[in-house]
């Protein structure tokens, strides 16, 4: 099936997609900090550049979108069109946290995943999965954790 709009406006489109203060990065953000957490954002000198680091607790977020990185949840679905394209450049990106979450773990970072569908949920779930997060953080024996233990 042919796309429904021009090789210019999908550019264009797929231009505006962004990659950093995403919405669902906001909200953990913001709720992190409510809670007295100080962070950096975007260090461009670790691998990955991380969304949030915590300097303090040696402690790395990303804040995932799930269509990007496959999540398996209700959010992700490969696209009907150009279906090899999407599976080969999803399994790229999720090779590419792999290595990088790998490589931050070397440099002694806890790593910490948070799913955009996690940020969906009702005020609850976000406060259980900001709760879950926080005290994690606060572990310092834990080490490439995923937040997806809590209810999405």
Not at 91 to 104: G, H, M, T, Y
Not at 110 to 116: G, H, K, L, M, P
Request: net charge positive.
């Amino acid at each position: 099936m042919a796309d429904i709009v021009s090789p210019a406006k999908r550019s264009q489109m797929m231009a505006g997609i962004k990659g950093k203060n995403t919405k669902p990065e906001l909200l953990v953000r913001r709720a992190l900090h409510r809670r007295g957490f100080r962070f950096r954002l975007h260090q461009r000198e670790l691998p990955g550049r991380p969304d949030i680091v915590l300097p303090r607790f040696k402690a790395a977020i990303f804040v995932n979108g799930c269509f990007w990185h496959g999540h398996s949840c209700k959010y992700f679905k490969l696209p009907a069109t150009n279906t090899e394209f999407w599976r080969k450049k999803i399994e790229a990106n999720q090779k590419r946290d792999a290595l990088k979450e790998a490589q931050l773990v070397d440099l002694g970072y806890r790593v910490f995943s948070v799913w955009e569908c996690q940020t969906r949920a009702g005020t609850n779930s976000i406060e259980a999965l900001i709760d879950k997060l926080t005290s994690d953080i606060r572990r310092p024996e834990l080490h490439d954790q995923d937040v997806s233990s809590v209810p999405s």
